[in-house]
Structures are given as C-alpha cells and as structure tokens.
C-alpha cells in the first residue's frame, strides 16, 4: 500500500519559499539591478500593508468609497438606451448624409455625360471618340487575344489596361537616359531580355 502523501501547509509552504527567496543566486548574470522608479511604483501598488482590511491600495480589496465608485462605472438601464438611441441616430444620419452625396455626385456625372454628348454629337462629330470611350463598359472576361496563351505571356496581357501607357516604357525625365532597348522582347515572345 503506498504512503499517504500529505498537501503542504501554508506555513511550510512560506517558509520554503521566504528560504529560496533570501539565498542570493552566485550567478552574476542573473542580479537584477534595482531601479528606485520600479521600487517606487511596486511600493505604491503594492504596499506592506495592503492584505489590511483597512489599506486603501489601489490593488487592495478594500476601498472605503467602493458603493460610490461602482454606482459612478454603472449607469441604470435608462442611461444605456439613451445612449444606444443616440448611437443609432448618429448612425443613420450618417448613412443618409453618405447616400446623399453619392446621389449628388452621381448627378454630376450624368450632367458631365449629357453635356459632353450635346458636345460631340454637333458638326459631323468630332471627337465623338471621347464620348463613346467615356461611355464604355469596362469588360472584366479575358480579351480573345489571350485564349491560347499561357504563363507570363497571359498574365502581361490580362493585366495591360487598354489606351493606358505602356508599362515597359521609360519614364520621362528632363535629362537624356540610355534611351530605349530596342533588343527587348515580351516575355513569353522568345526574345532577348537583356538590357542596355
């Protein structure tokens, strides 16, 4: 039968712990320096007396305004809903203030459209082309010119924006560059992609 193994009283328990706290550790690199800001915050936190029914610790259980304190953090139910009411208020009129303008803009651009077709459709049409390019769906199916292509041939093409400039050119700048590699080739196109 084994020996029945007896739980550890608080008193040999303190007296174990106050004994491995007391002995200094002989490993240099594990003293800790004291700091008087640290000690000063801990001492305030924690004073020697604050297990005293009567400390006013901060940490500590007792609080002599402790009623007072509690009814200042919780407000009666009529508080909340007030609050939630005017919550919600706040939210819708900030959603109808949003559609409003998006309403307003929206009839700007469509006033900005009928005045630049009243524009292009007078005198044979000229620069009817805008119109039409301002009036364009965007697409979002893959062009037909990418069918059958595969890897980074297919990416470069799905991600080239019709009539924007191209990616691959330089940037424009006020002094003379290397100017442009006329040896380079689309990946995907077998060419060299070397440059200069």
């Known amino acids: 039968m084994l020996p029945l193994i007896s739980r550890?009283?608080?008193?040999?328990t303190s007296r174990l712990l106050i004994r491995h706290a007391s002995?200094?550790?002989?490993?240099?690199?594990l003293a800790v320096p004291s700091d008087s800001r640290t000690d000063t915050i801990r001492q305030t936190?924690?004073?020697?007396?604050?297990?005293?029914?009567?400390?006013a610790?901060?940490?500590?259980?007792?609080?002599?305004?402790?009623?007072?304190?509690?009814?200042?953090?919780?407000?009666d139910s009529e508080a909340h809903e007030t609050i939630e009411r005017a919550w919600k208020l706040f939210q819708r009129e900030k959603r109808a203030k949003h559609a409003a303008a998006l309403e307003a803009k929206l009839a700007a651009m469509v006033d900005a459209c009928e005045?630049?077709?009243?524009v292009t459709s007078g005198e044979g049409g000229v620069g009817r082309h805008v119109?039409?390019?301002a009036m364009a769906r965007a697409s979002f199916s893959p062009p037909e010119d990418i069918k059958g292509k595969k890897g980074s041939e297919a990416r470069?093409?799905?991600v080239r924006l019709e009539g924007m400039w191209p990616r691959e050119s330089w940037v424009p700048t006020e002094t003379r560059g290397k100017g442009w590699n006329y040896e380079w080739k689309r990946p995907g196109t077998g060419g060299s992609l070397t440059k200069q």
């Not at 002995?23 to 690199?29: A, K, R, Y």
């Not at 901060?58 to 407000?75: K, L, N, W």
């Not at 005045?115 to 009243?118: A, G, K, V, Y």
């Open 131 to 133: 119109f039409e390019r």
């Open 45 to 55: 936190l924690y004073p020697p007396t604050a297990h005293k029914p009567s400390s």
């Open 115 to 118: 005045e630049l077709d009243r």
């Open 23 to 29: 002995q200094p550790s002989s490993n240099p690199h």
């Open 156 to 158: 470069f093409l799905e």
């Open 57 to 75: 610790s901060p940490t500590g259980a007792y609080h002599p305004q402790y009623v007072e304190r509690v009814e200042a953090v919780v407000a």
């Open 8 to 12: 550890p009283t608080l008193a040999s």
